[in-house]
């Protein structure tokens, strides 16, 4: 399956995002999905995942209650909306796809097989 990124630009601080994650060659409902992100200088890092079972739902430390992770199967596309954006959200955005069933997302990059080319999303001060 090919992952490809939307929606990534610059905003200012405090302003929204939603990317969009689809899918080509390949179903999405059969992967879980995580997003995750990478700076200049920093190692990439879990923004967070949903399951394709249960559709439970991890957030990565730094942007727990202002991110929100969701999925529609019938558009074949993973939604990750970013609300009260911080200059530290700074970063290439990435979505991964994990073949493997489960119940609670994987939170490793090496865990996922599938990965899109990334989008930049910068938010200045």
């Known amino acids: 399956v090919q992952l490809v990124e939307s929606g990534g630009g610059l905003v200012q601080s405090g302003g929204s995002l939603r990317l969009s994650c689809g899918a080509s060659?390949?179903?999405?409902?059969?992967?879980?999905i995580g997003w995750f992100r990478q700076a200049p200088g920093k190692e990439r890092e879990i923004v967070g995942a949903?399951?394709?079972?249960?559709?439970?739902?991890y957030y990565g430390d730094s942007v727990k209650g202002r991110f929100t992770i969701s999925r529609d199967n019938a558009k074949n596309t993973v939604y990750l909306q970013m609300n009260s954006l911080e200059p530290e959200d700074t970063a290439v955005y990435y979505c991964?796809?994990?073949?493997?069933?489960?119940?609670?997302?994987?939170?490793?990059?090496?865990?996922?097989?599938?990965w899109g080319q990334g989008t930049q999303v910068t938010v200045s001060s």
């Open positions: 991964a796809a994990d073949e493997a069933r489960r119940i609670v997302p994987a939170t490793t990059s090496s865990e996922y097989k599938y």
């Open positions: 949903i399951t394709t079972i249960m559709r439970n739902v």
């Open positions: 060659g390949g179903t999405l409902s059969r992967y879980s």
